[in-house]
């Protein structure tokens, strides 16, 4: 999450970064966490070709950037796939359903991932229940065609920024209606708009569900190259400001702290100033749902990105802690009230395309099946 430069002279002033800044001048200029972002450059670069879908698979989206995929291999043409429960979101994602979404992700990405070489992968879910592998598979050779899709992989991103002030067409979103609910005007888009908004300011002031974001900040580029999972800050100006002390979790945990309320504010008025909300509603809320939901995100993402669109999740009227029940329960009062379950909420608009993210390499990911 990069901070850009009108943001860091909001924070402190325009002098002290620069005076800062000019001792360091070297320092600033290498500040890209390089060795995060390698997994981005040996996608699709391994012999085996489980491997090959793998590596692609973990450039997923997925909730606070956790990873929660390990991966095992089986004989020569089978994979059980596992969901890393050490990587729990506890107080927003009490239940794991955030995180079940995830692996919907990596699964639809490694299938689709397969089948550019022509390979089909047979998935069976759950085959032990839920603590078991979330998914065995197994690749067989000429059974599948690539899915158009792909071609977007490498330029997909969550965006994280605010929205140009353009709207969304009917003909524009087009792409994305095989995907998800797609509201571009009128009172249902209102409606969404402030109970996301709300939302995020109920979670902004819950200590308990702020602090697990805090937790994991990875701050400056030595942070992220460590540990290439979280929420990355980092750029320049945000080792500047690391340097005078000035950007620390301690700081960002004090919502009031004009470090923490600049970001607060920014992400308050990205969901204000989006032009459009896409929602993922599944029939039921099982484990099944939830992966489908992640198939289908992980789709919408790619589709928003071949239609030049970009797309941010803002997951907090759908969590389930008891400080959003409220929000939860009028999103799915107004928009699932025959027992649906909304999974994913997301804002649509047209913005500069966001940096690639940290991921760990997939060889980090791996286990015994």
């Known amino acids: 999450m990069p901070l850009s430069r009108r943001k860091s002279l909001a924070l402190i002033g325009g002098g002290a970064i620069l005076a800062a800044a000019v001792p360091y001048g070297g320092f600033l200029a290498t500040r890209t966490p390089t060795k995060a972002l390698e997994p981005w450059a040996k996608a699709g670069t391994y012999d085996d070709p489980r491997m090959r879908a793998l590596s692609y698979a973990l ?52 299938e689709m991932a397969a089948a550019e070489e022509g390979i089909g992968v047979e998935t069976e879910l759950f085959p032990h229940g839920d603590d078991g592998p979330v998914a065995q598979c197994r690749f067989v050779p000429q059974a599948a065609s690539p899915n158009p899709l792909f071609a977007q992989v490498m330029l997909r991103r969550s965006h994280k920024e605010a929205f140009e002030d353009r709207r969304v067409t009917a003909p524009e979103a087009a ?22 908004h709300d939302a995020w300011m109920a979670e902004v002031e819950t200590p308990a569900a702020w602090k697990e974001s805090i937790d994991l900040l990875r701050i400056g580029k030595a942070e992220i190259n460590a540990n290439p999972d979280g929420i990355d800050v980092s750029g320049s100006f945000v080792e500047s400001l690391a340097l005078l002390g000035l ?6 945990l004090d919502i009031n702290n004009p470090n923490a309320r600049a970001p607060i504010e920014d992400t308050a008025q990205a969901i204000l100033g989006a032009p459009a909300y896409a929602l993922i509603v599944t029939p039921g809320n099982t484990r099944f749902d939830q992966i489908e939901a992640g198939r289908n995100w992980l789709r919408l993402n790619l589709a928003a990105t071949g239609a030049g669109l970009a797309l941010r999740p803002v997951s907090q009227a759908l969590q389930e802690y008891p400080e959003v029940r ?21 804002l649509v608009g047209y913005g500069t395309r966001t940096p ?3 991921r760990w390499p997939i060889e980090n990911r791996m286990r015994n099946a």
Not at 335 to 345: D, H, K, R, S, Y
């Open 326 to 346: 409220s929000y939860y329960d009028e999103i799915h009062a107004r928009f699932a009230p025959n027992g649906e379950t909304v999974q994913m909420l997301g």
């Open 247 to 252: 950007v620390t979790r301690e700081a960002a």
């Open 175 to 196: 792409p994305l209606r095989t995907h998800a609910r797609l509201f571009l005007d009128g009172e249902n888009r209102d409606a969404i708009r402030r109970i996301a």
């Open 356 to 358: 690639r993210t940290p």
């Open 59 to 110: 450039l997923a989206p997925n909730p606070h950037n956790r990873q929660p995929w390990q991966a095992g291999l089986i004989a020569d043409d089978g994979l059980a796939i596992y969901r890393d429960k050490s990587r729990n979101l506890p107080v927003t994602d009490p239940f794991d359903r955030q995180l079940t979404i995830g692996m919907g992700c990596f699964l639809q990405l490694m």
